[in-house]
């Protein structure tokens, strides 16, 4: 399974952005998707998390309702919604994904298969 992300920009505070996850490669119902992000010199972060089915997903504290986490099983893609964007939002996204035994875990290190990344900058 290899993501590729896309959707990122540059927007001003108080706009939204809708980032991509293509899911290149074989993939099934026991899959698990998130989205991650990383700021320049700090740690990569859990954003969102999802399941195939779209039945269950979970969010950072920091974006809940602002960022929306959807998948569409047809396209093999994942979205995020990402409203009343901030300037604290800036950073790199990147899509992770695999199959996991347990739910949606926050734990980078949990996630074995990974995007490239697409940058996210939001201006004052």
């Known amino acids: 399974v290899q993501p590729v992300e896309s959707g990122g920009g540059l927007v001003q505070a108080g706009e939204s952005l809708r980032l991509s996850c293509f899911l290149s490669?074989?993939?099934?119902?026991?899959?698990?998707f998130a989205w991650f992000r990383q700021a320049p010199g700090k740690e990569r972060d859990f954003v969102a998390g999802?399941?195939?089915?779209?039945?269950?997903?979970r969010y950072a504290d920091s974006v809940k309702g602002r960022f929306t986490v959807s998948i569409d099983r047809d396209m093999n893609t994942m979205y995020l919604q990402a409203n009343n964007l901030k300037p604290e939002d800036t950073a790199v996204y990147y899509c992770?994904?695999?199959?996991?035994?347990?739910?949606?875990?926050?734990?980078?290190?949990?996630?074995?298969?990974w995007g490239q990344g697409t940058q996210v900058t939001v201006s004052s």
């Open positions: 992770a994904a695999g199959a996991l035994a347990v739910g949606l875990p926050m734990a980078k290190d949990t996630w074995p298969f």
């Open positions: 999802i399941t195939w089915s779209g039945g269950t997903t």
């Open positions: 490669g074989r993939t099934s119902a026991t899959y698990t």
